[in-house]
């Protein structure tokens, strides 16, 4: 039998919406909200308001070019966290607002474990390679750095984490820094592609836990070069940009690899997936790929489309779980931190 999955993210800034017909995308619509670039990052007020703006149009057009009425929905799958609580909210209201309304089962979704389930999603044109199980993925985001050990679609185990910042972050911190816009990730990885990796050396962390990660010394690390540089020669940032981004993704791509061929190693599992905002990044691709070949690894890229903040990801984890029973309660509340969603 068919389950269609209406799927609904409003986590952080992009307002998305789409449709399922078991692990086949029908629709995928994403509104992104411009109205943060100007302030160098999300303001949270802002993107609640925006949501608030989209969701209607957002979720009517992915139902439409789906060409699925509402009632034909199965369940509706929505992000009830981890993100910003007042975008929260406006997603899982919507949500219930739907249930209610149309008599359909809601089914909550953790953010981050849709990303790494957006690896199942088939297209209507072509089925795209899946990892089996157990595998390992790296999320990489603009708020959280994990490895992931992923023994079925509900079944996750966080083996490492960031103690500080996230990969993302990193990004995005240090384009600040440089005058680039936000979110600086995109921009320092078409930067990156003209200049000189061994350029500059940054800090590169010792971290304690077995395969957790750090990147605040890197940012502080690339703070006190520039900041020692630009003292000398005020157009300094101008005229190594492309070298500094170069050699600043290099220097993220080797910490994060660093982590992930030991999990790899320890664990002996050797499909290996990428999955965040963060896993869009060329140079982060092109070395997983590489490194993959060198030690044996199947190795899992999403599709660009997924890779950042969408619904998609979010209907294919409530599929999995809609299949398996997992329906929310009506009085279900959003969540901000990932640590007041597990156990
Ligand atoms: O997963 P995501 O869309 O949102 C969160 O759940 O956080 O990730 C957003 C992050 C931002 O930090 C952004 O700079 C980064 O993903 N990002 C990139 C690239 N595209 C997006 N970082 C590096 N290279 C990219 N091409
Ligand atoms: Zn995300």
Not at 116 to 131: G, T
Not at 224 to 246: G, I, M, N, Q, S
Not at 282 to 304: D, V
Request: with cysteine.
């Amino acid at each position: 039998m068919d389950i269609t999955i209406l799927g609904i993210e409003s986590s952080c800034d992009d307002t998305s919406a789409a449709v399922i017909r078991n692990r086949t995308l029908l629709s995928n619509v994403i509104a992104s909200q411009a109205v943060h670039v100007k302030y160098g990052g999300v303001i949270p007020e802002l993107a609640s308001r925006a949501h608030q703006q989209n969701i209607i149009p957002v979720v009517d057009t992915a139902l439409k070019e789906a060409g699925v009425s509402i009632d034909k929905i199965d369940a509706i799958a929505f992000t009830r966290g981890p993100g910003l609580l007042g975008s929260l909210l406006v997603g899982t209201s919507f949500a219930k607002g739907l249930s209610i309304a149309h008599n359909i089962p809601m089914v909550e979704v953790n953010h981050l474990q849709g990303h790494i389930l957006a690896h199942f999603v088939d297209l209507p044109d072509r089925e795209l390679p899946h990892p089996d199980f157990p595998f390992l993925c790296l999320l990489v985001s603009g708020g959280h750095t994990q490895i992931v050990k992923v023994s079925s679609p509900l079944e996750m185990e966080i083996i490492g984490s960031t103690i500080d910042d996230a990969a993302g972050e990193a990004f995005d911190k240090c384009a600040k820094v440089m005058g680039l816009p936000y979110p600086g990730g995109p921009v320092i990885d078409r930067l990156a592609r003209e200049g000189d990796a061994k350029a500059f050396a940054f800090a590169k962390p010792h971290v304690e836990g077995r395969f957790d990660y750090s990147f605040s010394g890197l940012k502080t690390s690339f703070l006190y070069t520039l900041r020692d540089a630009v003292a000398a020669d005020p157009d300094f940032v101008e005229k190594h940009k492309a070298d500094l981004c170069a050699s600043l993704q290099r220097t993220i791509i080797d910490i994060l690899l660093d982590k992930l061929i030991k999990a790899s190693k320890e664990t002996g599992i050797r499909d290996i997936a990428v999955a965040g905002g963060v896993s869009a990044n060329s140079g982060l691709r092109n070395a997983i790929e590489q490194t993959g070949r060198r030690r044996g690894w199947r190795t899992f890229l999403p599709e660009l489309k997924f890779t950042t903040d969408n619904a998609a990801m979010i209907a294919m984890s409530g599929y999995f779980r809609y299949m398996a029973g997992e329906i929310s309660s009506l009085d279900v509340s959003p969540v901000a931190r990932l640590s007041d969603l597990v156990g």
